[in-house]
């Protein structure tokens, strides 16, 4: 199965720098790491070590792991549409003076999208590679500190050739 993930990113000829080629990376990763992940509860507790010393207050690797699934979802599937958002968030219990309130403030939003400047948007854009390439490396990471504590054989991976390039 995970050979599938990993044959079908290596098929889409995208550009190398692309957006979507980077959002398969982070997919394939993801996908990888759950399928190699079998015991989710054994990352409580356990901490990335950064130059052979564990981060004060870092998340642990459960945290890593939860965080890293649900952000793939998001990637895969695209964000819940904003009123679906609020209703979610709201508990879906909203009167008639929260919806004015709600119509009011998104008559505000567009005004305020509408003079969005063009360098903002490339500017916050064109990080998102660099964010999605970080969250392929966690995942990595997740996934063989994993490997590690069940004493599994660590697998090579071409992502740290991928992003060194």
Not at 131 to 151: D, N, P, S
Request: proline fraction near 3%; charge should be negative; hydrophobic fraction near 40%.
């Amino acid at each position: 199965m995970e050979a599938k993930a990993t044959m079908q990113m290596l098929t889409k000829c995208y550009r190398r720098n692309c957006l979507l080629t980077v959002m398969d990376q982070y997919s394939a990763m993801v996908c990888n790491m759950k399928q190699l992940v079998m015991i989710p509860s054994l990352l409580w507790d356990v901490h990335l070590s950064v130059h052979g010393h564990q981060a004060a207050g870092a998340p642990d690797l459960y945290n890593y792991f939860t965080m890293l699934k649900t952000i793939c979802v998001d990637v895969e599937h695209g964000l819940l549409p904003w009123e679906e958002w609020k209703a979610k968030v709201a508990g879906g219990k909203a009167d008639e003076a929260e919806n004015e309130a709600a119509e009011t403030e998104e008559a505000e939003e567009e005004r305020v999208l509408g003079q969005l400047d063009l360098e903002a948007f490339h500017l916050h854009f064109s990080s998102l590679p660099h964010i999605l390439t970080h969250l392929t490396l966690k995942a990595e990471e997740v996934t063989r500190k994993y490997q590690e504590i069940m004493g599994q054989p660590i697998e090579a991976s071409d992502s740290r050739k991928a992003y060194s390039t």
